[in-house]
């Protein structure tokens, strides 16, 4: 044998790889989707500096001192005020995360502000994720040195003094510490048990065909969604005890608050497992084997992450970014998990949350059950 190097076997043996790989049309489509997903991804749709948060406003002044702060409000660009009926629906849509902050004018504000009383607005944050209300907050004690400069003037304003005319009193609530771990290790839950159950199912029909052990399972008298289900079950027991072990740590290691109910979370987890082992199950019937398998889940893996809030604020995507990122499951098991264990939510505020996962679960598993072959092709 001719232990030289040889150009002529170094290009054919090139020439079939890429012959090889134009044919693999999956790890094709990798190679050029992977990196214009990246560059969408990280050029339009990730923003650490979240705009247009909604904004409740609790107006018992009805001023027009109290317009003048909404509407400046508006203007920083970090809110998007909108009226609400009291205290009680305010808070209502901050445990539902339905708005980021709420504001709240006491009756007496423009009365108090012309006495120069400097009387207090209360800001209402919800604070669950540090990094999607820091500059927002920030912001406030400029707008309160400036914003009624114009409503003050020909008034007996405060002569000789520059010190504002009214405060921000800033509540950060479900995380007054802006402790970032109570953000990231919760969120961890639904990251960890995505990439595991999506993984884990995925292989199941691929591992089978590689081995030569699917002929064996269509020979059996056992009906698809038998199948199905018998592939599914067993990982959700591993779903579970990933969680509890993920849990427990949280509890251990980073003192993570847990306020409500464990059973409510077990509970709209099993749904959450579910529709992960049925993507999962899904993506095990169209790749023909593991390697097509494992690039399918990165391919749902990767924009599902970046997306759902876990890495970056939610709300500071663009629209259209935020329409994608409802489409994953894991966007709103985030808020199911950090509501549950931060905010203390019970089903009222979890249901909304719960109905887009078990929508998408019962559309995974009805292309699972139409993709499945009683038959070799």
């Keep these: 044998m001719n232990g030289r190097f040889s150009a002529a076997r170094f290009l054919a043996i090139a020439r079939k790889e890429f012959v090889q790989m134009r044919r693999d049309r999956l790890t094709f489509a990798m190679i050029v989707g992977v990196p214009i997903l990246q560059l969408v ?6 923003n650490t500096d979240p705009k247009a948060l909604p904004t409740a406003v609790v107006d018992q002044d009805r001023s027009p001192f109290s317009r003048s702060i909404v509407q400046g409000l508006a203007t920083s660009g970090y809110y998007a005020p909108r009226p ?5 629906e305010a808070d209502r849509l901050l445990a539902r995360g339905d708005v980021q902050f709420a504001v709240v004018f006491p009756a007496d504000f423009s009365r108090r502000v012309l006495r120069g009383e400097r009387p207090q607005v209360l ?17 406030l004690p400029v707008l309160a040195a400036r914003v009624l400069d114009r409503d003050l003037e020909g008034t007996a304003r405060r002569a000789g003094t520059h010190d504002p005319p009214f405060e921000f009193t800033i509540q950060r609530r479900f995380n007054p510490e802006g402790i970032t771990q109570y953000n990231i290790v919760p969120g961890l839950l639904g990251v960890i048990l995505q990439m595991t ?12 065909r590689e081995r030569g052990t699917f002929e064996n399972l269509l020979a ?3 009906l698809p969604v038998e199948v199905m289900a018998g592939k599914i079950v067993p990982y959700i027991l591993v779903g579970f005890l990933q969680a509890a072990i993920i849990l427990v740590a949280a509890q251990l290691l980073f003192d993570v608050p847990m306020e409500g109910s464990l059973a409510l979370l077990f509970g709209a987890m099993m749904l959450y497992i579910a529709a992960l082992l049925a993507l999962g199950f899904t993506i095990s019937t169209v790749a023909r084997n593991q390697l097509q398998a494992m690039q399918m889940t990165f391919f749902f893996f990767l924009p599902s992450l970046l997306l759902s809030g876990f890495m970056f604020p939610f709300r500071g995507m663009p629209a259209w970014a935020q329409w994608v990122g409802e489409a994953f499951p894991l966007t709103h098991f985030l808020r199911i998990v950090r509501g549950i264990l931060l905010k203390g939510n019970g089903g009222a505020e979890t249901w909304p949350s719960l109905l887009p996962i078990a929508l998408f679960m019962a559309i995974a598993a009805l292309v699972a059950l139409l993709r499945y072959r009683r038959t070799l092709d």
């Design 123 to 139: 800001v209402a944050a919800d604070a669950t994720d540090p990094a999607a209300t820091g500059n927002a907050l920030g912001a």
């Design 220 to 222: 059996t008298p056992a």
């Design 84 to 88: 609400v009926g009291g205290e009680a």
């Design 41 to 46: 991804l990280f050029g339009y749709a990730i």
């Design 197 to 208: 159950m999506v993984m884990m199912t995925a292989f199941a029909v691929t591992r089978e």
